[in-house]
Each structure stands twice: as C-alpha cells, then as structure tokens.
C-alpha cells in the first residue's frame, strides 16, 4: 500500500524524534461518552456485536477523529478478543462487564489451552485493521493519521481467563499463582505466544504501532510482577516484528499501576512506556532518559472539571515533560463514559498549543 502519512507526529515522538507538537490520543477514545458510538452500538445490537463486524469496528474508530484533532487513532476492538477466540466463551451482561462461560481453572483447563489460530479465530479484527486502513486513507493515497494496534498482556489476559471476568481482588487467579506457579507459566507462554502473533497479524494488516494493555500488572506484589508479568510482557516484545513495508512500527508497553517498575518496563524492549496518573512526569523522564519515549498521563478525572481547571491540568503536564523529544499525551487510563464530549475538545486543543508555546521557549 504506497500511502503517505499526512501526520506522523504520534510515530515520530514514539520514536523520539523531535516533533512541532506534543500528539495526543486518549485510551478508550471511541466509546459511550460519545453518543454517536451508542447510536451506532445500539444497530449493531451489542458491544461484541460491534466489535465482530468490522464495517461497525471501523465506523466506530473513525468517531472521535470526525469530533477531535487526534493524532492517532486505535483499532476498536476488546483485549478479550483473545481467550474468546481460545474457546472460553466472552459475554458482556448489561451493565455487569465482561463474563466467560467456561474459566480456566483445572489443571486439565490449563492443558487444553492452545494459541488459537489467527486466520480463523481473529479474522475480523484483521479484516477491521484493513478497513480502518483504508477508510483512513483519500483517493490520493494520503492517510490521515496512524492507526495503532492492541492486545492485552499475558497477565491481565490470564485475569480475566481465570477470574471469568473482571474481579475485586484477584483472589482466583492470584490463589492459582501462589499455589500453582507451574499451571500459571503454562498459561502465561500460552498467552505471551498468542498475543505475539495476534500483534503480528494486525501489523501485517497495517497497524502503524501496537500497545500492550497491562491493566492488572499492578495488582502484583514486587518481585511476583516481575516474573509473571513483566517476564512475558519481555517476550511479546521479542516476538513482536518492528519493521514492516519499510516503516519502523513502535511498541508500547502500559502497566497500571506500574510507576515504581518503570526502569524495568524500559528495558523490556519496547520504544515507549505508558503511565497511569500516579507518576510524575518529569521525574519519570530523568529515570528512563533517553531509553524509551513516555505515554500518559492525565488523571481521566480532570475531563469532569471545568475547561479552564482542564487546560491548566494539561499544559502542567506538558511543562512538566518539558520542551525535549518522546511524549505522546494521554490519559493515565481510558476515558470515563460520562465525560462530556466537549470536554475533550478543550484538552486536545490546549495539549496541542501548550506543546506549540513550551517548543517555542
Ligand atoms: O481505546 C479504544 O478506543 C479502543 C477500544 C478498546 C476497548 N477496550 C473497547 C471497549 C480498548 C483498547 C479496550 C481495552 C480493554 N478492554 C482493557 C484494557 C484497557 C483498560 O481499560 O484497562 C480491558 C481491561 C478491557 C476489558 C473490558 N472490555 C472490560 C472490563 C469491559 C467492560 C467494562 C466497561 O468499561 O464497560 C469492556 C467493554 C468495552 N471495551 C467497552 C468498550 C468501548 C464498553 C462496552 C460497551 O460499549 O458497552
């Protein structure tokens, strides 16, 4: 696909290199906060609804971009897509989150998990990465904005597989860890090997960067977040190819809750760290120097407050990070689905100034 990236200041700040703004996206960008997203939910009958047909996953996607001048936009899909499409069974109640029918929880359970096959489980989020592609792209050949991949780490895949579903505290999963270590690197090889090709696949369709999820690493004790999350999320970025159509494809890696773990996060291999709220940007930049560009790190709670308390809150950040190369804007976790819309339009806007000014001097 011979297409020229009109905007290429997300890839080039992944990458490090010197950009006239500071890009911004926000997780969770295309979702309930916007009505436009319900009414199109509402057609396709259901959140997985939306997220198998890849028409509704790439109207969906492109929403927040029609609304906001973001810098990127995301695959609309789900981390879940992958134990679904290991034959767990993925359900949402309403109102209630996410359910799978048949958990993993045996040792039989663990010996029957395999990598499901890419083509045949996940065809539709690859069929949607192409669609995104395209439908970010003009008659000319001039794509908009890069498009950005998604899975969810080893660990926090295995949350959800164990738990069937989402938990308070872990308990299921974390008895499984403690008691059974063996059981748990079964499943988190498993895991490390589907989200790799998972990624590759979605790379291979067109995906321009791509972004582990690790939602629950936080949820560890130090020392166990090494070993059964960050090991893995260590050998998704060995098994994850960087170079695709001649263009260098960054990885980021988002551990919530994972500030005091920054060091080791960098040095998994990936070309940036995402941060929760909880860390200071600034000093996190001196700790990883010039190893790995930064992601984040708005509290998603400053969008509820007043546009002017919105702005201040977004240049501090920028300031903070201060005029040197490597900083995508965020929020420190996805956007809440009662933000107000117009809300958001104040943030991207004065990310955007802001970073304009602090470059300026
Ligand atoms: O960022 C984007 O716009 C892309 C879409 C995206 C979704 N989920 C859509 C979604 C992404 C990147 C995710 C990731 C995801 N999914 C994570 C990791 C990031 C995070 O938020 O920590 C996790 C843990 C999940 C699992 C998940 N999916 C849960 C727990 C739920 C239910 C809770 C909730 O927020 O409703 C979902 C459903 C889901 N995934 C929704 C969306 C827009 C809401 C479903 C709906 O429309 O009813």
Redesign the pocket.
């Known amino acids: 696909m011979a297409s020229t990236l009109l905007n290429d200041t997300f890839l080039r700040a992944l990458l490090r290199q010197p950009t006239d703004y500071t890009p911004i996206w926000l997780?969770?960008?295309?979702?309930?906060y916007l009505p436009e997203y319900n009414a199109t939910?509402e057609r396709a009958g259901s959140?997985l609804g939306?997220a198998k047909n890849p028409d509704y996953a790439t109207e969906v996607t492109l929403q927040p971009l029609a609304r906001y001048p973001l810098d990127a936009a995301?695959?609309?899909?789900?981390?879940?897509t992958i134990p679904d499409a290991m034959g767990l069974g993925l359900s949402?109640e309403a109102g209630e989150?996410?359910r799978f029918a048949r958990p993993v929880r045996s040792e039989a359970d663990v010996a029957r998990l395999e990598v499901p096959d890419i083509e045949a489980t996940l065809g539709y989020v690859v069929d949607a990465v192409r669609e995104i592609r395209r439908a970010l792209t003009d008659g000319q050949g001039r794509q908009r904005v890069p498009l950005i991949g998604?899975s969810?780490s080893p660990w926090?895949l295995a949350c959800?597989m164990v738990e069937g579903g989402?938990s308070a505290d872990f308990r299921t999963v974390k008895t499984m860890l403690y008691a059974r270590p063996d059981l748990m690197h079964r499943i988190l090889e498993v895991n490390a090997r589907a989200v790799s090709a998972y990624l590759n696949a979605q790379i291979e369709a067109g995906a321009q960067a791509a972004m582990i999820?690790d939602?629950w690493g936080g949820a560890l004790a130090d020392g166990v977040f090494q070993q059964f999350s960050l090991r893995y999320i260590e050998a998704v970025a060995r098994g994850v190819k960087r170079e695709h159509d001649g263009a260098r494809i960054p990885l980021i890696a988002f551990t919530?809750g994972g500030g005091q773990w920054l060091e080791a996060i960098a040095a998994t291999g990936v070309e940036a760290v995402g941060l929760d709220w909880t860390v200071d940007l600034g000093h996190a930049r001196e700790r990883v120097g010039s190893r790995v560009a930064l992601q984040g790190n708005l509290d998603p709670t400053v969008l509820f407050a007043p546009p002017a308390a919105i702005r201040r809150e977004a240049r501090t950040l920028v300031e903070r990070f201060g005029n040197h190369p490597g900083h995508v804007f965020n929020l420190g976790?996805?956007i809440s689905?009662f933000t107000p819309p117009d809300h958001v339009a104040e943030l991207v806007d004065e990310v955007h100034r802001a970073s304009r000014a602090v470059r300026a001097g």
């Open positions: 997780m969770r960008q295309a979702g309930r939910r959140f939306l995301i695959l609309f899909s789900d981390i879940l949402f989150g996410p998604f969810g926090t959800y989402g999820f939602t919530k976790h996805g689905q």
